[in-house]
């Protein structure tokens, strides 16, 4: 079945589901729809692309596991918890401690968002998200490369096999489209 089948439908739904019936294809729907944001996180703390990837498997498992145990309610924030769990673990296993930059940073982030403004950076996530899968797909790859997994103008041509000014042309206008539809949701949401 089309992953865009239970685009319409969700978290809270697909994980009620999943907890009446115990069926994983709810689980891998939800899981596939936050890939993006999971390699996102552990590329930001691990800094290492292949370690990221191995991440996001190990946190794929980890929440087949753990799911069962609790009552989520909102999938996002716990995914977003879990991640970030397992790579400071990771980043503990190979420093021997978390270093304090890291640490620093991640208090100072919780103590300068309440829940409430958590919730709307949650949102406005979300939002950006869905404009990314708005895009054509040569926009999306360049955008997505460029800013989530920071990747040079020159790495991208490599990887695309774009040219430098079609790859430049890509973000620009990416970022562009981006904004407009992440604006227009908003308008929407907030009427």
């Not at 980890?62 to 918890?81: A, G, H, P």
């Not at 950006?128 to 989530?148: H, S, W």
């Not at 970022?175 to 308008?187: A, C, F, S, T």
């Amino acid at each position: 079945m089309a992953k865009d089948a239970f685009a319409h439908i969700e978290d809270k739904e697909l994980l009620s589901k999943f907890y009446s019936d115990g069926n994983n294809q709810w689980l891998g729907i939800l899981l596939q729809r936050y890939t993006l944001l999971l390699y996102g996180v552990c590329i930001k703390y691990l800094k290492d692309e292949e370690e990221a990837k191995d991440a996001v498997q190990q946190i794929f498992l980890k929440v087949i596991t753990e799911v069962q145990k609790y009552r989520v309610d909102y999938f996002k924030s716990w995914l977003y918890m879990v991640a970030k769990n397992l790579c400071l673990m990771k980043i503990r296993e190979k420093h021997g401690r978390i270093p304090v930059e890291i640490s620093d940073k991640i208090a100072s982030a919780e103590d300068m968002f309440s829940k409430t403004e958590l919730l709307e950076k949650d949102h406005t996530l979300s939002l950006i998200e869905e404009g990314l899968n708005e895009l054509n797909a040569e926009q999306k790859l360049c955008v997505t490369l460029f800013y989530l997994q920071k990747q040079t103008y020159q790495q991208i041509t490599d990887f695309t096999g774009f040219n430098l000014l079609q790859v430049k042309s890509y973000i620009q206008n990416g970022k562009r489209n981006l904004k407009l539809i992440v604006e227009k949701k908003l308008k929407k949401v907030n009427g």
